[in-house]
């Protein structure tokens, strides 16, 4: 397959999953400014804007974190190219471009959300509610994951395809869990509090996994059980295990059909191997915020080895 | 005369570059007036690509060149045995049609200068006409370095009423085409035998279709029609068209380049 | 100006559309309207939009429909198909001989001038003969139709003429909605158009070409207003649809970038222009071709369809010569009439034009699209003056034609169905065969008594039929 079409459907699948977890990010920021909290709501939008890694991009064009602006920013504004505006628009842009390799079914979801993104900004922005956009992206994202499950033949394309889900799942997963890093990283005190495990319980909505965390390991929501759950437990389907282990399942699948192995084989399996290494005594001992940090540097080198086997077109 | 040739070009990158294609006119043309005794191109790492002759009879050789890449260099070396012909290129064997010649390219642009400059010179026949032609050129464009550069056009540097051999050929170009005449620039090597001599060993010049005689070079910059002092490598619209050297580097920043030139008499 | 209606001869209605009558007779009002929204919805759907280079407005705007197909008889497609090939096997000629001996120019049939000082002339092509001696492998003629049995040829396009996948999806979505149209007429198919495609473009393969030839379709990107139909031809013909930068040259040869390394390339069908082929040999500042492209191509290591300098035989003042070329290389009558055509840069010419101007039609010799062109009937004083104007000052850049009373299919409008003026673009294949796929792009002017049929001027497509016998 031409590289530039691999490449074209290994972004469709990131800005998909990104969008989504936008989306989910809009849902923690306004379930966790519902909070009674001890700086107020304005330093927690801000965390979360540092956890996706926009806040510098914000602060120069809104300034101070306004709920409203956050919104616009994130959901609506073409500047941002991680809003869910952008990431919709590009991920049907890359499928325009490579519309043959797609089936029908594929298509007309992303096309399907473009179509409707583009009312979306046309309406009046106050009849807008949140909770429905935020529900409309994850509905939108989960038809197109689905018409790709269900439909596209298994070849090359559908393994970059879900080695670009997962990589931007994992980071995601390892973002979203950081966004808890710094909410309560001025206050130590909290840890343990039931402010504390009020805050990861929202995570847990936000991620859609609340239902499922609990059906796994009943009781108290706790750090621990948190960090197992998104972190180690191969059953989660967001958890860092789960996106490890299916690029190391796609890459490998790529690697066979193409008779030779290269140096993201490798690094996919020791991204693999470092997660099934760890505990969650291990993770907290190095520090969550540490230990996400190097996950996404680690999945970030990964997708740098990617692009130079196979994306590029570098290869001889 | 017998010449030789030593010519190096160096292509330098701020950042490295991915890879480098180039498209090379640097053999000598096969006419009445030249003989290769040896001649030899070698490019840096480069990997010999295809050849063919053009329609303008200009032998052409690709290379490619596989990165990362910091510097490229091409160097010329090789012997040619020249014969004066008063600048007629005898037994040059072409395709392209002489009224090709005709068409006007941006550097070779004629403006209400030139289309008076043009209109200065007469002559009783066509051959007549082109020496006039190429002496208005050299009367009305004085050769000094530094004042243009590799865009200037004809019009332009008349203006200026300085330049160097490229603006010579692109004005003589201009006008003789105003007259009806073919005209194309060549590039190539000159021998300067006197010490300090002001013009350049890589060099270039205008050939003008006289019919009875065919292509006939002319060099306003020198006052003369080629002679066994020159080399000649091939021809084009203009100096962009007939660059003995096109190449695109992919990827990287910041090229930069110098040239060497060394052309003496070679011993027999 | 009397017009010739392809349906109605006063009451009585013409053969080939004897079967349509009741089908718009019986077709209420709301099936119609039905339909039509159907056929945008499928349109839309399958993403076939058009985007008008500089007019800015939505890019996924579409080319309307119109549902009232325009039908020919076997007996009229055959005329016009042995005229088609004729004329496409002429141009290849005189692009052989341009390139090579001008033989055209040397017995004095057409002028050099034309030919040699023409924008469209490559030089770095002289001497070259492509395989099979094939310059133009897609041949569109443009083709107006003014009585049962007169049709001229408006201009012809041997570079890369585009619009087959209007004709393909037009048919798809006929077949689609009116099945029972196509079990009562027996329609010719034209969905071997690809394959045919496929096997012209591998019949041209390289000298150095060992074994089935790679073929690959090079389009400037997903900005540009045809890339559809790139990638539907891609689809069809199962090639990759290729950028500049997933070529690169390595050697003597082509590449292709892939997942598993560097894929060798023997036929590219190329869907942009010569200046942008490649950086080395033409526009320098060029970044949709491929550095080093011209070299492998003129040493036998790759084709590029159409050739480069295939420009010049469409051009509209050669157009002018196609029947002396017809004449010339095949020693045959031309079956298909030009258009009587003043060349305005012969003195004679420019003040006949001068003094007709406002019966006249004037083009630009390089435009297209149907832009920088005056309709003098349709035309107001002011813009008669401006044309006026153009033509003293640079008359060599423009041609005349009579206005023609072009032929008119009944067209759905608002008002039920109406007589609309359309012509015909057929897409003719060269390659070690010629041929040519029952069918076409019909182009309808949808506003009233209009003249112009260019999609980037309110023009529509039709779904054109060619009944067996």
Not at chain 1, 90 to 106: D, F, M, P, Y
Not at chain 1, 242 to 258: E, P, S
Not at chain 2, 230 to 258: H, K, N
């Amino acid at each position: 397959m031409l590289s530039r079409t691999a490449d074209n459907l290994y972004w469709i699948a990131r800005y998909m999953e990104r969008a989504d977890t936008i989306a989910r990010l809009l849902e923690v920021g306004s379930r966790i400014s519902l909070l009674p909290s001890a700086h107020g709501y304005r330093s927690e939008w801000d965390s979360l804007l540092q956890a996706a890694g926009l806040a510098t991009l914000f602060a120069r064009k809104y300034g101070d974190p306004v709920q409203r602006n956050i919104e616009s920013f994130l959901f609506f504004d073409r500047d941002n190219p991680s809003s869910v505006a952008s990431c919709l628009t590009a991920a049907r842009e890359n499928g325009r471009i490579v519309r043959t390799a797609l089936t029908t079914q594929v298509w007309d979801a992303l096309n399907t959300a473009f179509q409707e993104l583009k009312q979306l900004e046309r309406a009046e922005r106050s009849t807008l509610e949140l909770s429905r956009l935020t529900d409309w992206v994850m509905r939108h994202a989960a038809m197109v994951r689905g018409a790709i499950d269900a439909t596209l033949l298994r070849d090359d394309g559908f393994n970059f395809l879900n080695i670009g889900y997962y990589l931007e799942r994992g980071d995601n997963t390892a973002r979203l869990m950081d966004v808890k890093y710094y909410v309560l990283l001025p206050r130590v005190e909290f840890v343990g509090s039931g402010l504390d495990n009020y805050q990861w319980t929202t995570l847990l909505r936000a991620m859609g996994a609340h239902r499922a965390f609990h059906w796994a390991y009943g009781g108290e929501v706790t750090a621990a059980k948190i960090a197992d759950f998104l972190i180690l437990n191969p059953q989660s389907p967001r958890s860092l295990a789960t996106c490890a282990a299916g690029l190391v399942n796609h890459l490998g699948r790529v690697a066979k059909a193409y008779g030779r192995e290269t140096l993201a084989q490798e690094k996919a399996r020791e991204l693999l191997a470092g997660i099934e290494r760890a505990t969650t005594d291990a993770i907290f001992d190095e520090g969550l915020h540490e230990f996400l940090s190097r996950y996404i540097g680690e999945a970030a080198d990964l997708a740098n080895a990617i692009h130079e086997a196979y994306l590029s077109g570098e290869m001889r | 005369m017998r010449l030789s040739v030593d010519h190096v070009t160096r292509y330098r990158y701020d950042a490295p570059v991915r890879s480098v294609v180039q498209s090379q006119r640097l053999t000598p043309s096969l006419f009445a007036g030249q003989k290769v005794i040896d001649w030899e191109v070698t490019v840096t790492e480069g990997r010999k690509g295809a050849a063919h002759r053009d329609g303008a009879g200009d032998q052409v050789q690709a290379w490619t060149i596989a990165g990362p890449l910091t510097s490229v260099e091409v160097r010329v070396r090789g012997t040619v045995e020249t014969e004066d012909l008063a600048g007629v290129l005898r037994g040059h064997r072409e395709s392209v049609m002489p009224d090709c010649y005709l068409r006007s390219t941006p550097p070779t642009q004629a403006d209400v200068a030139l289309h008076r400059l043009a209109e200065t010179a007469s002559g009783a026949d066509s051959l007549a006409l082109a020496h006039a032609l190429s002496q208005a050129v050299s009367d009305a464009i004085a050769y000094r370095p530094g004042v243009t550069h590799a865009h200037t056009t004809a019009a332009e540097a008349l203006a200026l009423g300085e330049g160097v051999c490229q603006d010579h050929a692109h004005a003589l170009i201009a006008v003789a085409r105003l007259r009806g005449i073919p005209a194309r620039y060549v590039s190539g090597y000159l021998f300067v035998s006197e010490e300090g001599a002001p013009h350049e060993a890589a060099h270039a010049w205008a050939e003008l279709h006289v019919p009875g005689l065919g292509w006939v070079g002319f060099d306003p910059a020198n006052r003369c029609c080629p002679d066994a002092r020159y080399i000649r490598l091939g021809s084009g619209f203009d100096a962009q068209d007939a660059a003995p050297i096109r190449g695109v580097a992919r990827g990287g920043t910041g090229e930069s380049m110098d040239v060497t030139v060394a052309i003496q008499q070679a011993n027999q | 100006m009397s017009q010739f209606n392809e349906m109605y001869q006063g009451a009585a209605v013409r053969v080939p559309y004897a079967r349509l009558q009741d089908w718009v007779a019986t077709m209420p009002q709301e099936l119609r309207s039905l339909k039509q929204a159907e056929a945008e919805a499928l349109f839309r759907r399958i993403g076939i939009t058009f985007a008008v280079y500089g007019e800015g407005g939505d890019p996924d705007r579409l080319i309307p429909f119109d549902m009232f197909p325009r039908v020919f008889n076997a007996a009229e497609w055959g005329k016009l198909e042995k005229g088609i090939k004729q004329r496409a096997r002429a141009l290849n000629a005189f692009l052989v001989d341009v390139y090579g001996r001008g033989e055209i120019i040397r017995a004095g049939r057409i002028p050099a001038r034309l030919v040699y000082q023409n924008e469209a002339y490559e030089k770095a092509v002289a001497g070259f003969v492509p395989p099979k001696g094939v310059y133009s492998h897609i041949v569109g003629v443009d083709i107006v139709r003014t009585g049962p049995d007169e049709f001229y040829v408006l201009e012809d396009n041997c570079r890369t003429p585009s619009g087959v996948s209007y004709m393909l999806e037009s048919r798809e979505i006929m077949m689609r909605m009116f099945p029972d149209l196509f079990r009562e007429n027996r329609i010719e198919p034209v969905d071997g158009y690809s394959e045919k495609l496929r096997r012209t473009l591998a019949s041209v393969a390289p000298r150095k070409c060992r074994g089935e030839p790679t073929v690959v379709i090079l389009t400037p990107g997903h900005f540009n207003s045809a890339y559809y139909e790139h990638s539907l031809l891609a689809d069809l013909m199962g090639v990759e649809l290729v950028e500049g930068q997933d070529l690169f040259v390595d050697g003597e040869f082509v590449y292709m970038r892939t997942t598993e390394g560097p894929r060798r390339v023997d036929v590219i069908y190329r869907r942009i222009d010569d200046a942008f082929l490649d950086p080395l040999c033409f526009r320098p500042d060029s970044m949709l071709g491929v550095p080093g492209l011209m070299d492998v191509y003129r040493s036998g290591g790759v084709t590029i369809c159409s050739a480069p300098g295939a420009g010049v035989a469409d051009d509209k003042a050669v157009y002018t010569y196609v029947p002396e070329m017809v004449r010339f290389y095949l020693g045959e009558e031309p079956i298909l009439q030009n258009v009587p055509t003043w060349q305005c840069g012969k003195p004679d010419d420019l003040g006949h034009v001068l003094d007709k101007l406002p019966d006249l039609v004037v083009k630009e010799v390089h435009g297209s699209g149907g832009y920088g062109m005056l309709v003098g009937p349709k035309a107001s004083k002011d813009e008669i003056e401006r044309f006026r104007l153009k033509l003293t000052e640079d008359p060599g850049n423009y041609i005349a034609q009579p206005t023609l009373a072009l032929s008119t299919v009944p067209t759905f409008v608002e008002e039920g169905v109406a007589p609309r003026h359309v012509d015909l673009r057929p897409y003719c294949l060269v390659g070690e065969r010629i041929e040519l796929v029952p069918g076409g792009l019909t182009r309808v002017a949808l506003k009233e008594g209009s003249l112009v049929v260019n999609s980037s001027q309110g023009g529509g497509v039709k779904d054109t039929w060619v009944l067996a016998e």
